[in-house]
């Protein structure tokens, strides 16, 4: 299984090394925030196969539902405190993510939890409001712009300190968004 095998809808290998340059271009986006994530705890939460293992230099721990990948564990960021008693983490990735949760709010107080005071970034990618991919997937619960995520993310208690929309692939737009915790 490649890591990337979920991904039914890139079925060419050229739609394929389109996600796996999408991949690095998050990774080297997400590590601009540090001056390096060696010796970092990394949680990568609804992980799939765990795409991102392969650029953290630091100690990554993955959860997913349904996890595809070996080092990715059943679960929720609800349970993270059960699988990773006592751990806080320096960066925690909702990559594609948020959108399919019940209660997207209820992650990120999750998250906050978990993050280590002053120095943790939280990373998110969602799919932007306005993009036609959007409204396809059915398993898309919440639809995002800068506004309903930048309040989101303030009540539940982060510091948003970047956002952008952006498009690395036809039609898909997204709207990233890096916040800390202070």
């Given amino acids: 299984m490649t890591d990337i095998a979920h991904r039914r809808h890139f079925a060419t290998p ?17 590590e601009s925030f540090f001056d390096n994530t060696q010796g970092k705890d990394v949680l990568d ?12 230099r630091g100690n990554y721990c993955a959860i997913d539902i349904s996890p ?24 925690i990735v909702y990559e594609h993510v948020l959108e399919h949760v019940d209660s997207p709010l209820e992650n990120l107080y999750a998250a906050f939890q978990i993050m280590k005071p002053l120095t943790s970034f939280l990373f998110i990618a969602v799919p932007y409001v306005t993009a036609p991919w959007a409204w396809e997937e059915t398993t ?5 712009n800068e506004v309903n995520l930048l309040k989101m993310l303030i009540k539940a208690g982060f510091t948003p300190i970047e956002w952008l929309t952006l498009s690395l692939r036809k039609d898909a737009v997204e709207l990233w968004m890096v916040s800390k915790k202070l």
């Fill in 45 to 56: 939460v609804g992980a799939s196969e765990g795409w991102l293992k392969k650029f953290v």
């Fill in 14 to 30: 050229e739609e394929l090394d389109k996600v796996r340059r999408y991949q690095e271009i998050t990774w080297h986006y997400i």
């Fill in 68 to 91: 595809l990948g070996d080092y990715v564990l059943p679960g929720t960021i609800l349970q993270v405190g059960n699988l990773f008693p006592d751990k806080r983490f320096d960066l």
């Fill in 140 to 144: 898309h619960l919440h639809l995002f």
